[in-house]
Nanobody, 120 residues
Framework: QLQASGGGLVQAGGSLRLSCRASRMILSIFNIYRMGWYRQAPGEQRELVAAITSGGTTIYADSVKGRFTISRDSAKRAVYLQMNSLKPEDTAVYYC?????????????WGQGTQVTVSS
């Protein structure tokens, strides 16, 4: 139920904005989830890029701090990733993630992935 969009091909130094909509999720449920973006490059493990709680607390991978900004719009059930000063090493498939944490652990939903390619 997560639909990601906004990937593409961009030159190094350029910008892209990724969007993810959880259109089927009611607001009260959306606000329970921590929303985030992960990425996976060929031959690499999937890694957390950025995440944001419903209260607005954000976390970023060290490699993207100062260049990427995550935000969420509860009214639209959406999360965004603004990526500036892109580097070739940012090339990966980017996945939207919705995580609910409970006593039983983490419950993850994933979007379909969107390709980001940064040329040098």
């Amino acid at each position: 139920q997560l639909q990601a969009s906004g990937g593409g091909l961009v030159q190094a130094g350029g910008s892209l904005r990724l969007s993810c909509r959880a259109s089927r999720m009611i607001l009260s449920i959306f606000n329970i989830y921590r929303m985030g973006w992960y990425r996976q490059a060929p031959g690499e493990q999937r890694e957390l890029v950025a995440a944001i709680t419903s209260g607005g607390t954000t976390i970023y991978a060290d490699s993207v701090k100062g260049r990427f900004t995550i935000s969420r719009d509860s009214a639209k059930r959406a999360v965004y990733l603004q990526m500036n000063s892109l580097k070739p090493e940012d090339t990966a498939v980017y996945y939207c993630n919705a995580r609910k944490t409970s006593d039983r652990g983490d419950d993850d939903d994933w979007g379909q992935g969107t390709q980001v390619t940064v040329s040098s």
